[in-house]
């Protein structure tokens, strides 16, 4: 059985839709520990509940904490196959946290300055698997009495969220449901699966939160040695993609967001910000953000010219900023993350 709503249907049979919602909720809640523990369920409820289904999908294996105490990184490894993911915690420039969840075991995709890629790709994570992340998290800053809120999810670990579009999208919807945070502080990042994000533009579940497109360079070939799911002519369908989504969604353009790792002597050359510069300026008002390489151990070296390549971009009137890289002594930064299978 997949998911725990389902197996509390099985167990609960006709139960009343109040009892589905206070049990989702119970997971959510603060006040609770365990399944025992849920008081507004009667005792016997409980005890089945506790007996048959996970109060936590995933078992601690390490925590990392960098030396600043600004971010975390967590193994977890999942009781029913023994699959591991990494999810990490940060602190974001308000003093709340951000929590960055994986939504698959490994990841296909392959980008070339990405180490979650040499892993491969073992399997999609459930949507209760992801939840479960942020629950780690809450829980966490509970036990360990640390200061602040987490108030933004980004989906920036291991694997790509839209090759696991059924269960990502769940996800999204139990996130702004039962932990009550707003549509403006997600963040689905693709490697640009435009399959995938041509069927959300037309699926009236798949909730509007930002969206990050890693696009790495405006320049066809260049993003094709970087990324082996580009194609000629990958950048003219984004583009087309983009308008579209601009077009139903005008509110929205502010939530469209593409990032571009800046490898040194790769994509980081006056040439390059040219292209990227002329990619936004032709689309509008979307948003850049540069991210600095963080080592994955490969054959890329970071850029000296970021802050020469924003100043670039910024003279053309595109808003641009450059990411903080974070828990970098723990490999818990931007495709840093990765888990031996034999770990
Ligand atoms: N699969 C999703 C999520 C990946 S992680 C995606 O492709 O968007 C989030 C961002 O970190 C992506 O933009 C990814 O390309 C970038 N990234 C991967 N490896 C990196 C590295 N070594 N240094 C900096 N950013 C990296």
Known sequence: MKHRVDQFELLWKNAPSFRKKQFLEALFSETFLDFQSVSVFPKEKRESLAENIPWMMWKKKYIFSAKAKDTYKALLVSPDDGVSIETVLMKNARGHWTVC??????????????????????RNLFCDEIVDQ???????????????????????????????????????????????????RITVSTVGMLPALNRLLEDPLWPSVRLAVSLHSADEKTRKN???????????????????????????????????????????????????????????????????????????????????????????????????????????????????KKS
Request: glycine content about 10%; overall charge neutral; charged content about 20%.
């Open 226 to 340: 970087l990324m082996p799911t580009s194609y000629d002519g990958f950048l003219e369908d984004l583009f087309m993609w983009a308008k579209k989504y601009f077009l139903l969604y005008p509110e929205r353009r502010r939530h469209l967001t593409f990032e571009y790792v800046v490898l040194g002597g790769v994509n980081d050359t006056k040439e390059h910000a040219e292209k990227l510069a002329l990619f936004a300026q032709r689309l509008g008002k979307v948003r850049i953000n540069l991210i600095p390489w963080n080592a994955t151990g490969g054959h890329f070296h970071s850029s000296v010219n970021v802050e020469a390549f924003q100043s670039y971009i910024k003279k053309q009137g595109i808003v641009v900023t450059i990411r903080r890289a974070m828990g970098a002594d723990i490999s818990g930064a931007c495709g840093q993350l990765v888990v031996d």
């Open 101 to 122: 969840v994986s939504s698959q075991v490994g990841c296909a995709m392959k980008c070339s300055f990405c180490a979650t890629g040499t892993m491969g790709f073992s």
């Open 134 to 184: 942020y629950r780690f998290w809450k829980l966490f800053l509970r036990e360990k009495s640390i200061e602040g809120e987490i108030t933004n999810i980004v989906y920036m670990g291991m694997g790509e969220p839209l090759a696991n579009y059924e269960e990502v999208r769940s996800s999204l919807q139990m996130f702004l449901e039962y932990a009550e945070i707003g549509l403006t």
